[in-house]
């Protein structure tokens, strides 16, 4: 019988789940780091271990269930990057094993084939349109370079909105204020930001949001910078298409496109997202076409 | 008999020189790397070598020089940061060595103790002003957060640009096509960009540099941008003084003072530096109180 596994495979953990052909499903299991990217072996160990206990418990529900009948979607932060596929394709012994990136999962969750636009802003931040199965994508390139508007992005531009109203060239404010109540120094803020991953950065976030709901006009133009990215990014991708609702993901995804549909663009036509990442992967199992004995189509 | 010893150090390498009383120099001498930061014991190795170094080339010009003649100052990148002046005191023979920072050795030799302002623009970026013996300080808090129109953020802020450009948010253009040309695949950009130190974005300063002199309109814009970053640092920094002359130092201080000169603020008062950090060293050496037999004033 054919059973479908979907992985949501990232930096800081993984999560898989199982779904019979009639629909059922096995609980949300919980996994090791799985960023192929940054460290191979130790996804791969991560991902092996995770698919056996999917096994498990697919036996569970059905107990005629066999490894051969599993089909399997890996999504994976880097995938797309670390050119891993033919690599996990060979070391995992699961005949059907795709492997596609966390923003493929991510639009397949989101939207589960229908067109549309999803802004998935988290820690990092990347856009894409989904129409006639063709994806284009915006951002998603990192936080060095990119990632506007994502939660990383917002933390640093607070940090260096406080430094400048150090240096006296902004003005006291509101948002500045509370970081250097929480920093103290410009030694203690500096070597937070030296050691301080995006995950870091992005903690300052939320507090980027309360002081903008609070009024202070600096929180505020962080906020407007973010938005107005957000802005050309979507008028983009509408670009040529009947207008496409847009689905926010992501801890900011939302909370922005709010903002966003509120002041600047009234018209925005929302959705919400019809599932997960994990949904997603899921959702792309269950759209494999059929290969019997592992054949490749 | 006194004679002074001044050390310029820094993460890529150290220059040294000795001076008589009498003004005769010696050559100057060049050492290793000397970050007191990243690195304080290879930093000790290096200056106690190159010091003494020092000492043998005064034997050469006064035989009768001896170690407990000499007054030291030592400008090292991340001396401040660091607090590891005491340690250097304790380590090092010589009983007359000041410890300071890398701004205190490039304000001193640009200015020698004349009011002025000096914009340093290489790698990094930090302004600042000596007025009456008082230092004000804007900027020098490093690249993830600040230096702001220094080298790393001129490469920087193109190689976003490029990414625009690629993803349809920017329109083609010139230095855009011309980063394109030489990284070729997003993959390749992003890669130089996760293993770039701050120099390695500098190297890219140059082109946005001759792009905007081509007549591009966003190496223009990145330009602009960073001008306007000086004008308002400028500006603060001239607030409560006569007119002071603002002196450029780096590879980027001359140009870009040109460029805001030229466009913005067309009354801006330049001035030549008077001498390099390393002459800074050795002018904060020579006016250091005189504390003969060791003891500290």
């Known amino acids: 019988m054919r059973f479908f596994i979907g992985l949501d ?22 996994g090791g780091p799985a960023n192929v990217h940054s460290d191979p072996e130790r996804a791969l160990a991560n991902i092996r271990e995770l698919l056996e206990r999917c096994l498990q418990a697919v036996a569970d529900l059905a107990p005629q269930a066999r490894r051969d009948g599993a089909v399997v979607v890996l999504g994976l932060a880097g995938a797309s990057e670390s050119n891993a596929a033919p690599m996990l394709r060979a070391a995992l012994p699961w005949p059907e094993l795709q492997v596609t990136g966390d923003l493929d999962i991510t639009l397949a969750g989101a939207l589960q084939g229908r067109a549309g636009i999803v802004a998935a802003l988290g820690t990092g931040s990347v856009l894409a349109r989904l129409r006639e199965g063709q994806v284009q994508r ?16 917002l933390g640093r531009q607070a940090l260096s909105l406080a430094l400048h109203m150090h240096d006296g060239l902004a003005p006291q404010g509101a948002l500045g204020a509370q970081l250097w109540a929480r920093f103290g120094t410009v030694t203690a803020l500096l070597a937070f930001a030296r050691d301080a991953r995006p995950a870091d950065f992005a903690t300052l976030a ?32 509408q670009t040529g298409a009947p207008a496409l609702p847009v689905v926010g993901c992501g801890g900011l995804g939302p909370v922005l496109l709010d903002r966003l549909g509120a ?11 019809l599932g997960s990442a994990l949904d997603g992967a899921l959702w792309l199992a269950r759209s494999m076409p059929h ?7």
């Open 291 to 297: 290969t019997p004995n592992g054949q490749k189509p």
């Open 9 to 30: 495979g990232g930096g800081s953990g993984s999560r898989a789940q199982a779904a019979l052909a009639d629909g059922a499903r096995t609980a949300v299991l919980h």
């Open 263 to 273: 002041s600047v663009m009234p018209g925005l036509t929302r959705a919400e997202p």
């Open 138 to 153: 915006i951002g998603g390139h990192g936080f060095v370079l990119g990632d506007e508007a994502s939660g990383a992005w």
């Open 206 to 237: 939320p507090m980027v949001l309360a002081q903008d709901r609070g009024g202070c006009p600096q929180a505020r133009a962080i906020l407007d910078a973010a938005c107005a990215y957000l802005q050309r990014a979507i008028t983009l991708l």
